[in-house]
């Protein structure tokens, strides 16, 4: 199994950036993907952005494309979301995932506490 630990959420003005980093422990070994997932109040989780164990692939969703980038660092078995031109809809709480095997948009097995990220008009 993976423990996965999410920071570095916080309150920023719109237009400003926060770096979320999502560290991982226990069966790190295996070849595991990691992902972001975000979820505001009211509404569904959805998918964020993905990277593949090798830090080649990656995915986006739309709605963050050219603004998010996602990373991971393996000497640290840590994962980041450096997250930049911030805007009010992206207000949620944000949470890793990771599911050994290949990238994927949904299926993660193994899920952080969240982190919760506010953006002010």
């Known amino acids: 199994q993976v423990q996965l630990v999410e920071s570095g959420g916080g309150l920023v003005q719109a237009g400003g950036s926060l770096r979320l980093s999502c560290t991982a422990s226990?069966?790190?070994?295996?070849?595991?993907?990691m992902a972001w997932f975000r979820q505001a109040p009211g509404k569904e989780r959805e998918f964020v952005a993905a990277?593949?164990?090798?830090?080649?692939?990656?995915y986006y969703a739309d709605s963050v494309k050219g603004r998010f980038t996602i990373s991971r660092e393996y000497a640290k078995n840590t994962m980041y979301l450096q997250m930049n031109s911030l805007k009010p809809e992206d207000t949620a709480v944000y949470y890793c995932a990771a599911r050994y095997g290949s990238i994927s948009y949904a299926s993660y097995d193994y899920w952080g506490q969240g982190t919760q990220v506010t953006v002010s008009s």
């Open positions: 226990g069966r790190t070994f295996s070849p595991y993907a």
């Open positions: 990277v593949a164990w090798s830090g080649g692939t990656t």
